[in-house]
């Protein structure tokens, strides 16, 4: 399975930057170094980019898988520079942004958008986490995907059926927007509640999709 992914711009990363001074980087070893988005390289370029700008890197590393297991150990080791920082940065898929996400209590930002999975071939159950939407908006919703994690795709907040922090559709199911919404008040970045998410563009990758690697 490989996740293929494009830089966001440096705007846009500084955009979500804001507020968030030291920084922490995490690239992956396999998808998005195979892609150039985030290997070695490109994770010591946007160390550089960050520091022209006047950001702390507190650190970075390159984990060889981000979106499995080896997270926690890579965050493990780099404790230290991930509690100096403010905010971690991760040049990776965004199962990559997830997993991480579930093992710190600082702000994940992705630095890439996620565009489409190249091969996929893994029998057994599986729960989505990211529909490989190519507009990805996860570094605002506190690395949880609302365009997957609730079951009408709401960008914008709950709708007027979340009871008890349940989902109206599934009342089993845990209400996308009360995840979110509780790991944000944990981070104190409720103000991102209240920001407007334009109409989400699901054309933002068309289909048939492509990708050529340089």
Same mark, same amino acid.
């Given at each position: 399975?490989?996740? /293929?992914?494009?830089? $966001?711009?440096?705007?846009?990363? $500084?955009?979500?930057?804001?507020?968030?001074?030291?920084?922490?980087?995490?690239?992956?070893?396999?998808?998005?170094?195979?892609?150039?988005?985030?290997?070695?390289? &490109?994770?010591?370029?946007? @160390?550089? %980019?960050? &520091?022209? *700008?006047?950001?702390?890197?507190?650190?970075?590393?390159? #984990?060889?898988?981000?979106?499995?297991?080896?997270?926690?150990?890579? *965050?493990?080791? +780099?404790?230290?520079?991930? %509690?100096?920082? +403010?905010?971690?940065?991760?040049?990776?898929?965004?199962?990559?942004?997830?997993?991480?996400?579930?093992? /710190?209590?600082?702000?994940?930002?992705?630095?890439?958008?996620?565009?489409?999975?190249?091969?996929?071939?893994?029998?057994?159950?599986?729960?989505?986490?990211?529909?490989?939407?190519? &507009?990805?908006?996860?570094?605002?919703?506190?690395?949880?995907?609302? #365009?997957?994690?609730?079951?009408?795709?709401?960008?914008?907040?709950?709708?007027?059926?979340? +009871?008890?922090? @349940?989902?109206?559709?599934?009342?089993?199911?845990?209400?996308?927007?009360?995840?979110?919404?509780?790991?944000?008040?944990?981070? @104190?970045?409720?103000?991102?509640?209240?920001?407007?998410?334009?109409?989400?563009?699901? %054309?933002?990758?068309?289909?048939?999709?492509?990708?050529?690697?340089?």
């Amino acid at each position: 399975m490989k996740s /293929i992914t494009r830089q $966001k711009t440096f705007e846009e990363i $500084k955009e979500q930057l804001t507020g968030l001074d030291r920084v922490f980087i995490i690239g992956c070893g396999t998808c998005a170094t195979m892609t150039k988005t985030g290997g070695i390289d &490109q994770v010591q370029e946007m @160390k550089s %980019q960050l &520091q022209e *700008i006047d950001k702390l890197v507190t650190g970075w590393t390159v #984990i060889p898988i981000a979106c499995d297991e080896m997270s926690e150990l890579a *965050i493990e080791e +780099n404790n230290r520079a991930i %509690q100096n920082s +403010n905010c971690v940065l991760i040049m990776s898929c965004a199962l990559g942004v997830h997993t991480v996400s579930t093992y /710190i209590d600082r702000p994940v930002i992705p630095a890439l958008d996620t565009l489409f999975i190249g091969v996929e071939d893994s029998p057994g159950y599986f729960r989505e986490v990211c529909a490989q939407c190519g &507009q990805c908006v996860i570094g605002e919703t506190a690395g949880i995907c609302p #365009i997957t994690a609730c079951h009408k795709g709401l960008v914008n907040g709950p709708c007027g059926g979340t +009871n008890n922090g @349940k989902c109206e559709v599934d009342k089993e199911k845990d209400c996308a927007w009360t995840l979110i919404y509780e790991r944000l008040k944990a981070q @104190k970045r409720l103000d991102l509640m209240r920001k407007y998410q334009p109409p989400h563009n699901f %054309q933002a990758s068309p289909r048939p999709r492509t990708a050529k690697i340089s």
